[in-house]
């Protein structure tokens, strides 16, 4: 049984940052490309970003690239996502997410796990 836990969401001011971990189980994070998505109340969810299952590259939304840092750390079968210069605008559910499916990670529906969600809100 997959499951993806995210955690370390929470209020933070603007300008701020904030570190989003992932932790699975059920499957290997280096054997998946595992994304991060987000979604804002009445708004689609979006890509964030994603690391590769291989060689561990990262591709991230241009909204946001310069701010995001995507990273994964094998031996805690664990992903984490470093979110910097926070703006209200960043205020969303962020998801974690794992695919086999080959270079088509910016779609949503590529994914077939996704985790429960953490809420990120940012004050003005």
């Known amino acids: 049984q997959v499951q993806l836990v995210e955690s370390g969401g929470g209020l933070v001011q603007a300008g701020g940052s904030l570190r989003l971990s992932c932790a699975a189980s059920?499957?290997?994070?280096?054997?998946?490309?595992m994304g991060w998505f987000r979604q804002a109340p009445g708004k689609e969810r979006e890509f964030v970003g994603v690391?590769?299952?291989?060689?561990?590259?990262?591709y991230y939304a241009d909204s946001m690239k310069g701010r995001l840092t995507i990273s994964r750390d094998n031996a805690k079968n664990a992903v984490y996502l470093q979110m910097s210069s926070l703006t209200p605008d960043d205020t969303a559910v962020y998801y974690c997410?794992?695919?086999?499916?080959?270079?088509?990670?910016?779609?949503?529906?590529?994914?077939?796990?996704w985790g429960q969600g953490t809420q990120v809100t940012v004050s003005s």
């Open positions: 997410a794992a695919t086999r499916v080959v270079g088509n990670f910016y779609a949503k529906t590529a994914y077939d796990y």
């Open positions: 059920g499957l290997t994070v280096s054997n998946y490309d």
């Open positions: 690391i590769t299952w291989s060689g561990g590259s990262t």
